[in-house]
Nanobody
Framework: VQLQAFGGGLVQAGGSLRLSCAAS????????MGWFRQAPGKEREFVAA????????DYADSVKGRFTISRDNAKNTVYLQMNSLKLEDTAVYYC?????????????????WGQGTLVTVSS
């Protein structure tokens, strides 16, 4: 299973970015998917997750109302739409896949990880 995340970049505070994560080598529609991030000097933290059915979605409190996770099973891709970006959203963002389909908030339940894409929010 390979996950490739892209779409990061430099954006001003208040702006938007959409991250994408393309999966290959798996039955994508059966996998739970998550986004995590790691800021410099900090531990990796949960951002958003979606179950394999898409019926359950979770967000970290810090991004609720600003970020939206979605998946397109036909394209084997999960997205993270990020709006109203803040300085504290600066981090490397990672997508992850969970073959059990649970899409939890816990990074230990994920089996595969992408390489990360850097999001830098400037003032």
């Amino acid at each position: 299973v390979q996950l490739q995340a892209f779409g990061g970049g430099l954006v001003q505070a208040g702006g938007s970015l959409r991250l994408s994560c393309a999966a290959s080598g798996c039955s994508f529609s059966r996998y739970g998917m998550g986004w995590f991030r790691q800021a410099p000097g900090k531990e990796r933290e949960f951002v958003a997750a979606v179950t394999w059915t898409g019926s359950t979605i979770d967000y970290a409190d810090s991004v609720k109302g600003r970020f939206t996770i979605s998946r397109d099973n036909a394209k084997n891709t999960v997205y993270l739409q990020m709006n109203s970006l803040k300085l504290e959203d600066t981090a490397v963002y990672y997508c992850a896949a969970d073959y059990r389909g649970l899409g939890t908030t816990n990074s230990y339940t994920y089996d595969y990880w992408g390489q990360g894409t850097l999001v830098t929010v400037s003032s």
